[in-house]
T-cell receptor, first 111, second 114 residues
Framework: TQLLEQSPQFLSIQEGENLTVYCNSS?????LQWYRQEPGEGPVLLVT?????EVKKLKRLTFQFGDARKDSSLHITAAQPGDTGLYLC???????????FGAGTQVVVTP | EAQVTQNPRYLITVTGKKLTVTCSQN?????MSWYRQDPGLGLRQIYY???????DKGDVPEGYKVSRKEKRNFPLILESPSPNQTSLYFC?????????????FGDGTRLSIL
């Protein structure tokens, strides 16, 4: 059973459209990280959120941490083909660095 | 350039033949981990190390060994590989074993055990 549930599993959209990826859990996390992974490469960190209700923006990407620190979302505005990739959320429980990963959302943005 | 380097990138081998996947980081990081990535299951932690000579089991340690004799190196050892260990493996490091620290990943090692 996955500790972190990501939805949807797969998302295919046209360039210019918006999309939202969700990451949900019944556990409370000290921090929630989002990574993007491209074929043949390891995941690369996009953002870390640590405070309940926190919203962080990274250009066209908006990340939100739920008030209860059990869920998070990633919203991409006006998606571009370069946003194509596997998006992974990962949560840390307690004070330590051990991460639990979701299964990922594969995003495909076509021109 | 700051990086985590894994070798080999690809390996096809047979059941029972011992193999080692090397991992090296040049960022003086204390915390290092090994993960395996399987379709639909995401990344699952195999072993981790909080510093030199300090290692512990992750979520799926069976069939694997690790060592941390030097800060920069964290090899993954499969003493007697089996087909269910066919997977994509990632080594990662972070500055410290703390919940805010980002993890830096290598580019992965694809293992096929026949």
């Amino acid at each position: 059973t996955q500790l972190l549930e990501q939805s949807p599993q797969f998302l295919s959209i046209q360039e210019g459209e918006n999309l939202t990826v969700y990451c949900n859990s019944s556990s409370v996390f000290s921090s929630l990280q989002w990574y993007r992974q491209e074929p043949g490469e390891g995941p690369v960190l996009l953002v870390t959120v640590v405070t309940g209700g926190e919203v962080k923006k990274l250009k066209r990407l908006t990340f939100q941490f739920g008030d209860a620190r059990k869920d998070s979302s990633l919203h991409i505005t006006a998606a571009q083909p370069g946003d194509t990739g596997l998006y992974l959320c990962a949560g840390a429980e307690g004070s330590w660095g051990k991460l639990q990963f979701g299964a990922g959302t594969q995003v495909v943005v076509t021109p | 350039e700051a990086q985590v380097t894994q070798n080999p990138r690809y390996l096809i081998t047979v059941t029972g033949k011992k193999l080692t996947v090397t991992c090296s980081q040049n960022m003086n990081h204390e915390y290092m981990s090994w993960y395996r990535q399987d379709p639909g299951l995401g990344l699952r932690q195999i072993y981790y190390s909080m510093n030199v000579e300090v290692t512990d089991k992750g979520d799926v340690p069976e069939g694997y060994k690790v060592s941390r004799k030097e800060k920069r190196n964290f090899p993954l050892i499969l003493e007697s590989p089996s087909p269910n260990q066919t997977s994509l493996y990632f080594c990662a490091s972070s500055l410290r074993d703390r919940y805010k620290e980002p993890q830096h990943f290598g580019d992965g090692t694809r293992l096929s055990i026949l």
